[in-house]
């Protein structure tokens, strides 16, 4: 089953925590682990070019189907060469299902043993994604990692229906294991069970059998409390196979990714630093900082100046605040530049702790500088 295309190697696995260093790899690529990944969506990581985004040091984006599905749509995706040549990205690419961008964008939606039927929030058309269909998008896509289609309940959802999402997730992930054909492509199964153990436990084991070449945790970063996500990590991530990459999905703020890691996460992605970007927030070293605030006016500081990104090598904070008073569009750019050049700095730094012996030691190195 092609199997061999995406080989996981462990390189070291802290002494006391589950974090772990690994390479994993794809048909475009290996990738180092903990790795980010920036979230495109329609095809863009909003503002950068392909060789903007290599420069920050990302070697792996996801493209959001949702989107693609629906503009141009998978067929149009598949003529124009596939994702890789559509958007001229030769690294590998990840593509969701579906299922989450519909239940957060679409407004109407129905969730039935069959599928989810919903409006497009473009023309209002109904669409029925069922998990065939999801496989099927994914496959004229071309994405080198694609994510079963799951039920992903809102974070204040009641036991019973987290449990039906669960057993409805695991009879999807059957149809999808079915319905997917395209050896070159790993299909990732999706851990659900909200915040209770005896559901995440009884969802990652009805995964097991499937032998799926990777596992996503769904259902978090809905709105739970942090600790809350922490601690569900705890009680899953040991369910799933040490041998396989681990994938938390829409996760999250820095310290997110460092307590995620620390639990045994190899893969993220989320777009906070994408969408802080744009609004003028920039993650540094010390700490947050929004450029809007009038502190800034005069600031011939860099943003970060241990960062090498071209905001911080080349501008004052003062300038940087200047385009966002504007509303020049070399803002949004340039924060998005520096924010996706902290998260891979934060996960190279996090992987090299790792591989040295002294993962464990990364939180309180970090936290104590960002005060
Ligand atoms: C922000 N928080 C967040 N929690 C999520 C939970 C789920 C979940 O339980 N199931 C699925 N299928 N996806 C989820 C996503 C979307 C992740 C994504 C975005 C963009 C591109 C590719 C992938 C989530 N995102």
Request: charged share 20%; with cysteine.
């Amino acid at each position: 089953m092609g199997l061999s295309k995406f080989a996981f190697t462990l390189l070291a696995t802290d002494p006391k925590s589950m974090a772990r260093a690994g390479l994993w790899e794809t048909p475009h690529g290996t990738i180092e682990t903990p790795a980010f990944m920036p979230v495109g969506t329609a095809g863009t990581v909003k503002g950068l070019t392909p060789d903007q985004l290599v420069a920050t040091g990302a070697r792996k984006i996801l493209a959001n189907t949702y989107h693609l599905a629906l503009r141009p749509g998978p067929e149009v995706v598949a003529d124009l060469g596939g994702l890789h040549r559509f958007f001229d990205w030769s690294g590998p690419i990840l593509t969701d299902s579906g299922g989450f961008q519909i239940f957060s964008l679409a407004k109407l939606s129905r969730m039935t043993e069959e599928g989810v039927t919903f409006r497009s929030h473009l023309d209002g058309s109904a669409l029925n994604l069922t998990p065939e269909k999801a496989m099927s998008i994914q496959e004229f896509l071309g994405a080198d990692v694609i994510m079963c289609l799951d039920e992903c309940p809102p974070a204040d959802a009641p036991e019973e229906h987290i449990l039906r999402a669960v057993d409805r997730t695991t009879r999807w992930a059957a149809r999808c294991r079915e319905a997917h054909q395209r050896s070159d492509q790993a299909l990732f199964g999706i851990v659900q069970g909200g915040t209770i153990e005896s559901l995440r436990i009884r969802s990652a084991e009805a995964l097991l059998p499937f032998d799926f070449p990777g596992y996503a945790v769904g259902g978090l970063s809905v709105g739970e409390p942090p600790p809350e996500m922490y601690r569900t990590l705890e009680f899953t991530t040991p369910v799933l196979p040490v041998q396989k990459p681990r994938y938390l999905m829409g996760v999250g703020r820095p310290i997110d990714l460092i307590e995620g890691v620390l639990r045994g996460i190899d893969l993220f992605d989320c777009v906070m630093p994408t969408r802080n970007g744009r609004n003028g927030m920039a993650f540094t070293s010390t700490g947050p900082v929004r450029l809007k605030n009038a502190r800034h006016l005069r600031d011939t500081s860099p943003l970060d100046a241990e960062c090498p990104c071209q905001a911080c090598q080349r501008f004052s904070r003062g300038y940087l605040r200047h385009l966002f008073m504007c509303g020049e569009m070399l803002g949004p750019i340039l924060l998005t530049l520096h924010n996706l050049t902290f998260y891979q700095r934060l996960m190279k730094g996090l992987r090299e702790a790792i591989l040295e012996g002294r993962g464990h030691e990364f939180r309180a190195s970090q936290l104590a500088r960002w005060g």
